[in-house]
């Protein structure tokens, strides 16, 4: 069970003078909340948000932290160009663990014909990425670990949100490699380079392509997508969530759809609930929050709910000879 240690919460929160505090967590630590409130409680006065925080783009509501003189996340990491409206500590959660690779490990990467890879890792497994390169190195391998943009901590890191590691070094290599777990981080990268994307799991110490991964995601898209083309009355959704308000581009959406002669209304959420949009008898829906929302959860609408991109491409909007990743580079 993933675990992190609030000692060193403790002291950044009493260097920063704060007396209350709000704690929270990933459903993953939730099992630890006594303790956690134990061991802050006897410092600060603590509250203890229940909601699930899937990123460090979400800190909840502001009638929440208002009265609070710090937040403090546990599991993710900042986002340094969110606008934060309070002192916040994220204490990332990380696999720090040094792991050696035997050489034989990336074998399916020589086997497909490669040897410049463009390396990445999500941030439970980025202090792993130096050694991985090392090894790489070693067995011959040409490595390559991209600048992050605003919106990411570290180089080499990777959000379900943001590929910008990987586009910065996208011309220089032949396919990437994502350390990391479930395979959301590297269809998302290969659809966003368009170039062949592994997955290293360290649990199972394995290499896998994510090539038919890919094409099945395309085919699910494709299928939903196909059920939006007529669609004449469309809800654009803003997500409230500080780090996934994209007001400019819901207008921008919105403003396609009456060009094209259809009707829009702009609906902001900060808990998009599918039984909205059938209250609102619309056809489709085009979500601006964040872009697992459309991709993971579109079986639980019974309308259509589409990306930014995707809306413009299905209506020949933006012409592009490929499927485009929805990416969040900054927010307003
Ligand atoms: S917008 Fe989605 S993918 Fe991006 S950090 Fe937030 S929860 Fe993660």
Redesign the pocket.
Known sequence: MPYIDPTSTIQKLEEMGAKKILLQLPDGLKPHVFDYFTALSRKFSVIISSQPF?????IGNREVYDDVDCIVQFGHSE?PNVPYPKPMIFEEYRQNRVVEFDPEIFEPIRKSGYSRVGLLASIQYIDTLENARRSMEKSGFEVKIGKNDARLNYPGQV????FSAAHSVSAEVDCFLVISTGKFHSTGVQLSTDLETFLLDLNEMKISSMKQETERFLRRRYAVLSKAQNARKFCVVMDTKI??RRSSLTRVIAENIREMGGQAVIVSTDDIRPSDYENMMCDAVVFT????VPIDDWEKFSVPIMTPPEFQWLFGIKKQSRYIMDE?VTVD
């Open positions: 899937y990123g460090a783009c979400d986002i959000l379900g949100c943001n780090g996934q929050g964040c872009p697992r969040i």
